[in-house]
């Protein structure tokens, strides 16, 4: 079982946006901003990161929900900044604290929820359930 997880763990991560995380390149008639499946994952690695150094052996913890409101566009070139904090734990799922922002102001900001899991007997389970 993972050490305790503090409320109040942080995690954080970064990138400088590309043409491949904009909505052009998903659809070359929308605008060269940065998408917000990207923003969204750079959150989750964020909200990953703040709780990794509490597990054990092979556990893991793995997204569970994700509430989040993109408030702000940031183009090519920008340097987007996420972070996650701990903010509860209800007995199996850790809620966590996520913003995102750009050089000059907040692009993004909600929660992301997680949960432990054993990455062995995860995948045990995924494998079969396609059998």
């Known amino acids: 079982m993972a050490k305790a997880m503090p409320i109040g763990a942080r995690g954080q991560t970064e990138e400088t946006v590309e043409f491949k995380h904009t909505l052009?390149?998903?659809?070359?008639e929308l605008p060269p901003v940065y998408s917000t499946p990207d923003m969204?994952?750079?959150?989750?690695t964020a909200a990953f990161h703040a709780?990794?150094?509490y597990c054990e052996g092979d556990e893991i913890t793995?997204?569970?929900?994700?509430?989040?409101?993109?408030r702000a566009a940031s183009g090519i070139g920008a340097?987007?900044?996420?972070?996650?904090?701990?903010?509860?734990?209800d007995?199996?799922?850790?809620?966590l604290r996520v913003t995102a922002r750009d050089d000059?102001?907040?692009?993004?900001?909600?929660?992301?929820?997680?949960?432990?899991?054993?990455?062995?007997?995860?995948?045990?389970?995924?494998?079969?359930?396609?059998?």
């Open 24 to 28: 052009t390149s998903h659809r070359p």
């Open 40 to 44: 969204i994952r750079l959150m989750e």
């Open 51 to 53: 709780l990794q150094p």
């Open 62 to 70: 793995v997204g569970t929900a994700i509430h989040v409101e993109h």
């Open 79 to 89: 340097h987007i900044f996420a972070e996650a904090v701990l903010e509860s734990f």
């Open 91 to 95: 007995g199996r799922f850790y809620t």
């Open 104 to 131: 000059t102001q907040e692009i993004g900001r909600g929660t992301v929820s997680r949960a432990l899991v054993s990455l062995g007997k995860f995948l045990a389970k995924m494998r079969k359930s396609e059998g």
